[in-house]
Every structure is written in C-alpha cells, then in structure tokens.
C-alpha cells in the first residue's frame, strides 16, 4: 500500500541533522554570513549573475533586501558569502524555508557564482554547503509531509542544470517564459455573468491573498504565502495601476466582494536596457477554483494588457509551468503570447 501523508513520520525523524559544511577553495579567502550590511554588494554580484544567465530579468536591491528582512531568514545560518583577498564578494548563497507548509514543506536555493570566476569549482563548494543547510532546515520540522530542497535553472545557463544533477537534483518540471507584442491588437474579454473586473486596490488586498491561496492550491510545488510574504511582494515592483480582480457580490446585505480571479502586474525598469524592451511582467494570475470557466482569467489579462499598452509599454511577459492542469499555456498562447525562453525546477526529495 503506498505511504500517505497520514502515515508518514515527521520530517526530523526522517533524516538525521547533517553537521555543517565548511566549503574550502583557493580563490575564496573568506567564507561568512552575509548581513544587512552586504546587501548592495550582494545586488550587485547577483545583477552580473543575472546579466550573463537570464538578462531579461535582473534582482532589484529591494528584492535582496526582503529576502534578507524576513522573520523566518536567519542569515547567520542561512546565508553565505565567498571573498576573495581583496575582500570582493564572488560567490553568494541563500537557504529560505518558508513558513507556511500546509501539503509540502519546502527549502529554496538561491544564489550563484560571479561569471568571471566559474568553471573551477566554488559552485560545487557552495551548492554543498545549500544542500546541507536545506538538510539542516528539514531536520528540525515536525511536519508529516514531503520535504523538497528546490532549485532552478535557466535553459539559458546549463551549467546550472549540470551542478544540480550532480549533487542528486532531479529536473521536475519545465517552466516557459512567453512574451505578447503590445502593438498587435488586443481585444477585450468580457467575463461570465455576475463577475465585475475591478482595479487592484489596498481595501481587497486580504481577499486577494485568500484567492491567491485557493487558485494555487492545484499548482505544482506552491504553498500559501504569508502574510508577511505577501506585503513583501506589494511592497516591490508590484503595480497596482496594472493590476485587475475579479469579483461576485457578497452574498448578503452588506456582505464584501468576493475576489475570484487577479492578475497582479510587475515592472522593473531595470530590467528594460538588458531584455531590449519597456515592459510589465505578470506575477501572478489565477482563478478560484470554484469559479473557473467564466472567462474570468482571459477578461482579467485583456484588461491587463489594455493597461501595459496605454502607459506606451511595448511587451508583457510572464512564465507558466508548462504541464498546468488549468490549461494556463493554451490560454496565453491565443491571447497571443510566444515562447521566448525555458526554466527547469530541480528538486531532491527527502
């Protein structure tokens, strides 16, 4: 009979608690923590990291800072940094398990090695030292669940794809990135009967997190966010001026809409010299699961899109697992999105 979750024993009495990894390599004088103090320069290692993988999409500082800032980031176990002698940091890692576990209880890897000095081994070292902290991580959780330690790799860097299957991360699942011109027209999309499309706005932000959580609950490998979690990302490059809800009338007299689809627009402008392009990027986008089938996705996204090109954006991109069970891939690609790049996810089960 196969095991389920019921049967399962917590993840520490899975696995025993792995000592910590000391990574060794003559070019890297000095391995430490990071710090709140390191954040610009670990921006920029992770910019010239992203310029030479995936130049279509480069870290911004408030994104290193909220990684660093979360409750649940201990960066004195959780982080590290390579230097070389002359004090330069060229090799960064960062090991987050987030807080809410309800299915999965994952550990994500973050980071990289500078380009410059790839190719003779500190990825190896520092890819020993993730593993082991994520293993670190797992072996204090009490959860009956699954544990992954995940990471990705763009099509684009096979050599990250490479270190991963070496240390005994297996490729999961294929993740596409899709691009639609502006300038082709775009036609609006009217949703089923009794959906209203609305502006993103603060006042239905704790009604969006709840749709977010339920429309994500058949999606490969997701958890639900915190609320912690979720103001960070508000806090980002979100843009609410992009952004649309659908949403019901409350079912009783002074009853609150209920949000049942969103799509919540990005933009860095960062990002516009490398990728070629002034652009938004679709963070997030679902429909409850109770209500899919109104059209309420293809209404959501034709607004979006009607938006991006009245500001004078040229492009929207967005990235979808390619194996989606809601049909997430067909419904791009007739609203005219291409295929433009490829991500792995690498996991290894523990």
């Known amino acids: ?20 990894y000391r990574p060794e390599h003559p070019l890297i004088a000095q391995w430490r923590p990071a710090t709140m103090d390191d954040i610009d320069d670990v921006c920029r ?25 979360y409750s649940f980031v201990d960066l004195s176990v959780d982080s590290i940094l390579g230097l070389t002698a002359e004090g330069i940091p060229v090799a960064v890692g960062l090991v987050v398990m987030p807080p809410l576990a309800e299915t999965l209880v994952r550990s994500f890897l973050y980071g990289g090695v500078h380009p410059d000095v790839r190719g003779r081994g500190i990825g190896r070292e520092l890819l020993a030292w993730e ?22 790799a763009d099509a684009r860097a096979p050599q990250s794809e490479r270190l991963l299957r070496h240390a005994g991360f297996e490729v999961v699942r294929y993740f596409v990135g899709l691009q639609r011109d502006l300038a082709d027209p775009i036609e609006l999309v009217e949703p089923g009967e009794k959906v ?45 001026d992009l952004s649309f809800l659908a949403v019901i009338d409350g079912a009783g007299a002074g009853s609150a809409d209920e949000v049942v689809g969103f799509v919540l627009c ?23 699961r109770a209500h899919r089938g109104r059209r309420i996705a293809p209404a959501l996204l034709s607004r979006t899109l009607a938006a991006c090109a009245a500001q004078g954006l040229q492009r929207v991109t967005l990235d979808v697992d390619s194996e989606s069970p809601t049909g997430a891939l067909g419904l791009y690609t007739r609203m005219g999105f291409v295929q433009t790049n490829s991500e792995t996810s690498l996991i290894r089960v523990y």
Not at 48 to 69: K, M, S
Not at 131 to 152: C, G, N, Y
Not at 208 to 232: K, N, Y
Not at 275 to 280: K, L, P, V
Request: glycine share 6%.
């Open 1 to 20: 009979m196969a095991e389920t979750i019921d049967d399962m024993e917590p993840v520490r009495e899975r696995m025993a608690t792995p000592p910590s």
């Open 45 to 69: 290692l992770m910019q010239a990291i992203d310029v030479a993988d995936h130049p279509n999409y480069l870290t911004t500082r408030e994104e290193v800072e909220e990684e660093f800032g």
């Open 131 to 152: 593993r082991t902290r994520a293993e670190q991580q797992f072996a204090v959780s009490d959860k009956r669940l699954p544990a992954w330690a995940m990471a990705s």
């Open 196 to 240: 209203r499309i609305v502006p993103f706005t603060d006042a239905l932000s704790a009604e969006t997190l709840a749709a977010r959580t339920d429309s994500f609950r058949d999606h490969w490998g997701s958890q639900p966010m915190s609320q912690e979690q979720w103001q960070a990302w508000l806090d980002g490059t979100f843009r609410a």
């Open 266 to 288: 990005q933009v860095n402008e960062d990002d516009w010299v490398t990728q070629g392009f002034s652009g938004a990027y679709v963070g997030m986008v679902g429909t409850t």
